[in-house]
């Protein structure tokens, strides 16, 4: 049992990947990972608010009527990363600022309503909660990987500090301007995909 | 026959709705609650956010806006004009404040350098800034632009020092004539009145422009008075 709940939290970080393998929250890996810091603060953001609406909605799982319960999840959700954004917005004003951008990616994002409705939904507090957490962490994970090649390779920087010497751009070496677009992010998923599956032998289909 | 279920159970249509009008009420009265009581809180830190912009045009440190800002409202004829609201609670509602053909100035009360608050679209969402002019009315001091939500990487560069760094030295007037500064895409080399776009964010770099020249074409009047002003100093 103990075993089961901790694979709750291990699970989605690599063979469970709410990326890699449910193909969920492709659009915000696309929006936010030209560089390497809204990345990670997506990512933060995203473990979160999944957390716990995770375990809110797991908590009121046995009084959700059926019909309603997408309402139900997105109010809960949309409350809570509201609520969340006002308070940072009175106490630390600065970091709110980062996320503002981001409130609204973080609602939408299909990982947040995907697990509620698969799991939360159907489960108890305490594994909804873990299950969360690494959904959460599964999905920024791949999200700094993307923004680690995009902003090295697209602005020859991370975290916004130069990397690549002004030497080599004297020498002629230009920054990649396709790294800064929409496709560049679905090809680096697609390679990450693709190694993922050649590691692990069972996800691949017949 | 069981226990009576309330409403008749999870799944009718007396209990859908009593759980949603529940839930709706306990929802409202909770976004509310934490809006009201942290308003005054949000307000003071956005208000100390402009006035920290402001300084941040002029080259000063966080937080001397009180000591060295003097601000005031004028109108299109560039004269100084009494408002209902201050200065500051004006770039609340700036684009309400244009309409109303009140624009504010803060001027550095020292230097005579002025600093103007500007407002505009960019490619998503509303962008906007603050920009100062040197004495002479003309050259650019500093520049400091933000936005609500352009793409991080393309057109949120413009709220970067590298982008803003390119400002500084910038003159708005030809032969009499305000041009404001032009955005370019591909580069500026050097060009008068000229600043290189943001690479991919050819719509924000649009939006800054015409911000530019838009909001400052308000305060024509003003600065030609001030120009004029300034001549006949020196040549006393």
Same mark, same amino acid.
């Given at each position: 049992m103990k075993n089961k709940?901790?694979q709750s939290?291990?699970?989605p970080l690599?063979?469970?990947n ?8 492709i659009c915000s890996?696309?929006a936010v990972?030209?560089?390497?810091k809204?990345a990670?603060?997506?990512?933060? !953001? ?5 957390a716990? !609406?995770?375990l ?7 009084g ?7 309402i139900?999840q997105?109010v809960?959700?949309a ?10 917005k009175?106490y ?7 996320l503002s951008?981001y409130v609204?990616?973080i ?12 799991f ?6 305490l594994? %909804?909660?873990?299950?969360?957490? =690494?959904?959460g962490? =599964? ?5 700094v990987?993307? =923004? ?8 020859? %920087?991370?975290? =916004?500090?130069?990397?690549?010497p002004e030497c080599?751009?004297?020498a002629?070496?230009v ?9 560049? #992010?679905?090809i680096?998923?697609?390679v990450?995909i693709?190694?993922?599956?050649t #590691?692990?032998k ?5 | ?6 409403l008749?159970?999870k799944? @009718?249509?007396? $209990?859908?709705?009593?759980y949603?009008? *529940?839930?709706? *009420?306990?929802?409202? +009265?909770?976004l509310?609650?934490?809006?009201l @009581? ?8 956005e208000l100390?956010?402009?006035?920290d &912009?402001i ?9 001397? $806006?009180?000591?060295v800002i003097?601000? $005031?409202?004028?109108?299109?004829e560039?004269?100084v004009?009494?408002? &209902? ?9 700036? *684009?309400? @404040? ?9 001027e550095?009360k ?7 608050p ?11 800034? $603050?920009v100062?002019l040197e004495a002479?009315?003309n050259t +650019?001091?500093?520049? +400091?632009?933000d936005h ?7 057109g949120?560069?413009? /709220?970067t020092?590298k982008?803003?760094a390119q400002?500084?030295?910038?003159t708005?007037?030809e ?5 404001g500064?032009?955005v *370019?895409k591909?580069?500026?080399?050097? /060009? ?6 943001v690479?991919?964010g050819t719509?924000? @770099?649009?939006g800054?422009?015409n911000? +530019?020249k838009?909001c400052?074409d308000?305060y ?17």
């Open positions: 709940t901790f939290l291990t699970n690599a063979k469970n709410p990326v890699l393998v449910q193909i969920l929250g890996a696309l990972t030209t560089q390497l809204p990670l603060v997506m990512g933060l !953001s995203v473990t979160a608010v999944c716990f !609406s995770n809110v909605l797991s908590l009121l799982r046995n959700i009527p059926d019909r309603i319960r997408i139900v997105l809960v959700i409350a809570l990363v509201t609520i969340v954004n006002d308070v940072l009175a630390v004003y600065d970091v709110s600022k980062q951008v609204g990616l609602i939408t994002n299909c990982i947040i309503m995907g697990r509620v409705e698969a939360a939904l159907s489960n108890k507090p594994p %909804s909660l873990l299950d969360g957490i =690494g959904n962490i =599964g999905y920024g994970a791949v999200l990987i993307i =923004g680690f090649v995009r902003e090295l390779f697209g602005n020859g %920087s991370l975290f =916004g500090y130069q990397i690549i080599f751009y004297e002629g070496y920054n990649n301007g396709l790294m800064l677009f929409p496709p560049a #992010a679905l680096i998923v697609g990450i693709w190694v993922h599956r #590691a692990n069972d996800l691949q289909e017949k | 026959m069981g226990k009576k279920k309330f008749g159970g799944n @009718s249509n007396a $209990y859908i709705v009593f949603s009008t *529940v839930m709706v *009420v306990i929802v409202a +009265i909770m509310a609650f934490t809006s @009581s942290l308003k005054d809180r949000q307000n003071a830190n100390n956010e402009k006035k &912009a300084v941040a045009s002029l080259g000063l440190e966080k937080g001397s $806006y009180d000591e003097e601000a $005031y409202v004028v109108n299109k560039g004269q004009i009494e408002t &209902a609201e201050t200065p500051l609670q004006k770039l609340f509602d700036l *684009v309400g @404040s244009h309409a109303k053909g009140e624009y504010p100035v803060f550095n020292a230097t005579g350098e002025v600093v103007f500007l407002t505009g679209k960019g490619l998503w969402d509303d962008i906007w800034g $603050y100062a002479d009315l +650019i001091k500093g520049a +400091i632009f609500a939500g352009e793409t991080p990487g393309l949120a560069e413009i /709220a020092p982008f803003q400002f500084p030295g910038q708005i007037y032969e009499g004539q305000l041009v500064i032009y *370019v591909g580069g500026a080399k050097g /060009a008068a009145h000229s600043v290189d776009a690479t991919g719509k924000t @770099s649009e800054l422009q911000m +530019i838009n400052l308000n024509d009047a003003f600065l030609k008075v001030r120009q004029a002003n300034v001549v006949t100093e020196n040549a006393e």
